[in-house]
């Protein structure tokens, strides 16, 4: 049997979608592997292609992760008040 795992890959190889906030790298199969930030902030470090049964390591610092943000749908919100006088 052989090692379910294809390859260990860094952090800083991967492409981070800030919107879907999901890390991914490329697959052989043409596909991409991918992970969910919350899922590393977990402790989860197996990323899975969806097309094939290939998996990667990430390798990371929990540390290094971007930090969460707040407000609607993942961005920051500001909220300004302004004071009118007569």
């Known amino acids: 049997m ?3 795992i294809y390859d260990e890959i860094e952090i ?3 492409t981070f979608d800030e ?3 999901l890390y991914t790298y490329p697959c ?5 592997f991918e992970i969910l930030l919350d899922d590393l902030r977990d402790g989860e470090e197996i990323a899975v292609c969806p097309s ?3 998996m990667i390591r990430v390798i990371f610092e ?8 707040e407000g609607l749908g993942g ?3 500001t909220a300004v008040a302004v004071a009118v006088s007569a």
């Open 62 to 69: 929990a540390i290094d992760l971007p930090s969460v943000k």
């Open 52 to 54: 094939c049964s290939l």
């Open 12 to 14: 800083e190889d991967m």
């Open 28 to 32: 052989p199969c043409g596909d991409r």
């Open 2 to 4: 052989t090692d379910p």
């Open 19 to 21: 919107e879907r906030n």
């Open 75 to 77: 961005k920051m919100e």
